[in-house]
């Protein structure tokens, strides 16, 4: 990986000045900030969180649209010109999220050198990028093979698909262990439009462990009702062989359900005619002929053309496979090993006005039995880790669910006597019914362990606020704890969160680190290469 060069720190207070070492280290970031003194060229908005990747095939290494928040559109168009590879990248949903067993340099990676053939990995970009990742690959054998620069070293083989890797049973999404569904608790009171849920595992029998930082995947099941009402669209019985095993089967724990895919589509204009068949060929191209293609799930899918009845081995091979999800581990291993815990949405898949169980609902909630045994494996964390020292102080950032990692950091350090300082900035809906493990940080905040919480509720007065605008509001302190070396996380929402925060922590920056916005740009880009800011969203 091609790192940036970062400037010398400029020592301007000296070590035996009558100061503390925050304060020190407070003085020295304003006046360099104030004279300019570092010599530095600030990053472009553009540079900031920009991945680098390696080069050598005329690419400058750069990942300009490498921001969950931007739409595929427009980094389609930042990608335009650059190597296929890094095409690909610029099509999937940029959150190195890790569900498709990659990180997207990776992914993409893999996929040009044709060492992973499947083109639906990645969750988050859903079919937008299925269909975009289909297009580009088709361009692979069309393009001339690229030639190695001169007194360059052989190419490596090709890394085996991540099929091929099975690896310890739990540690990859390949090969997954068993865990032990044990309860699940609402954390929403009454009056919230929420639902969200503790979940608790037994990893005992599996013998997985974890670190904080880690995320969890969890191979869901299909819900049953559903399924059999796609049985009977089919005109078929639930105990038809398919792949060895029964369709009921097959469609519970093999396929996703929702959306429906563009191979099914493509089914389906086979095996009708006329206008229908028009209809469910544009559909198979991402084209929208009735204006519902964003309500059309496999079951409406099958209502939509109920002339048509496909075989039930067609059928579930027109499927995308049912993929796991990941969740964001809530707990700590030493303070309970063998137990892990998760904080979910209880999601619900919406289609028109009707909603249906999706996959994240599907195993939380309402029929997992307590005691039944799930598939799953641990993630491990790309760089989303508690500092090495632990006297690091931490600012954590997570509203909502995104209190997860979060609430795992202090479980951890409390367990292990971690005696830096901890900041976490939380917020929600309602203060009443949307204060997730209220007692619970509340009591790590009366021990000392949690030194600051900093609420933020959206709702409860007239003008919303989030956990920006507190960070703002406590700007100063803010900037204090980054002076004396705190390293910040955020958790949450890709789209809007996380950009918010990062526009906040900016400006702080500049206002109290007495800087440009460029500069202040350039300092939270150097927080991010030092790992002193890291990001888990979704």
Not at 331 to 338: C, F, L, M, R, V
Not at 431 to 445: G, H, I, M, P, V
Not at 446 to 462: F, I, K, N, P, Y
Request: hydrophobic residues 40%.
């Amino acid at each position: 990986m091609t790192q940036m060069p970062v400037p010398p720190k400029l020592e301007i207070i000296p070590p035996n000045a009558p100061f503390s070492e925050g304060q020190r280290l407070w003085l020295n970031g304003f006046l360099v900030g104030m004279f300019g003194l570092d010599g530095s060229t600030p990053l472009s908005p553009a540079e900031n969180g920009a991945v680098l990747a390696p080069q050598g095939d005329g690419d400058d290494g750069e990942a300009p649209w490498h921001d969950p928040a931007m739409p595929i559109g427009d980094r389609m168009k930042l990608a335009e010109g650059r190597p296929l590879r890094r095409r690909m990248m610029a099509a999937m949903a940029q959150q190195d999220c890790g569900q498709c067993g990659y990180n997207c340099a990776d992914y993409s990676d893999a996929i040009a050198k044709k060492s992973e053939a499947r083109l639906n990995l990645c969750a988050p970009g859903g079919k937008e990028t299925a269909r975009m990742l289909k297009q580009l690959f088709e361009e692979l054998d069309k393009a001339p093979a690229a030639k190695p620069a001169e007194g360059a070293a052989a190419p490596a083989a090709a890394a085996p698909a991540v099929s091929e890797v099975k690896g310890e049973p739990g540690r990859v999404r390949e090969n997954p262990a068993e865990a032990v569904f044990l309860s699940r608790r609402l954390l929403n009171k009454q009056g919230s439009e929420k639902e969200t849920y503790h979940i608790e595992f037994d990893l005992s029998e599996s013998k997985l462990d974890y670190v904080v930082g880690d995320s969890f995947g969890v191979f869901a099941r299909n819900d049953l009702g559903l399924v059999d009402q796609i049985i009977a669209l089919l005109g078929a019985s639930h105990t038809t062989q398919v792949n060895g095993k029964t369709l009921r089967e097959a469609l519970v724990e093999d396929v996703s359900l929702s959306p429906a895919p563009d191979k099914l589509f493509e089914l389906l204009s086979f095996i009708t005619g006329g206008a229908q068949r028009e209809k469910a060929r544009a559909l198979a191209q991402g084209e929208d002929p009735d204006g519902d293609a964003a309500t059309l799930d496999v079951m409406a899918a099958l209502q939509k053309f109920s002339g048509c009845r496909p075989h039930p081995e067609a059928f579930v091979e027109a499927l995308e496979p049912l993929q796991p999800r990941l969740y964001s581990i809530s707990s700590s291993h030493n303070a309970t090993p063998g137990k892990l815990s998760l904080t979910v949405d209880s999601v619900r898949y919406v289609i028109g006005k009707r909603k249906r169980l999706g996959v994240a609902s599907t195993f939380l909630g309402e029929r997992i039995i307590e005691g039944e045994k799930l598939k799953v494996y641990v993630q491990k964390a790309h760089g989303f880790a508690l500092p090495q020292d632990p006297k690091t102080p931490i600012i954590m950032v997570g509203p909502g669910t995104g209190v997860a990692p979060f609430r795992a950091f202090l479980l951890d350090r409390k367990a292990t006597g971690a005696p830096g300082k901890n900041w976490l900035f939380f917020g929600h809906q309602r203060s009443d019914c949307d204060f997730f493990y209220r007692d619970e940080l509340n009591a790590l905040k009366t021990s000392g362990l949690l030194t600051r919480l900093s609420l933020a509720w959206s709702r409860d007065g007239e003008k919303k606020f989030y956990v920006q605008d507190r960070m703002r509001e406590l700007g100063r302190e803010v900037w204090t704890w980054l002076a004396e070396g705190a390293h910040l996380y955020i958790c949450g929402d890709a789209k809007r969160m996380a950009k918010d925060v990062e526009r906040a922590l900016v400006d702080i920056v500049a206002q109290f680190g007495a800087r440009s916005t460029d500069e202040a740009v350039s300092f939270v880009a150097d927080l991010k290469k030092k790992g002193r800011f890291q990001a888990d969203v979704y």
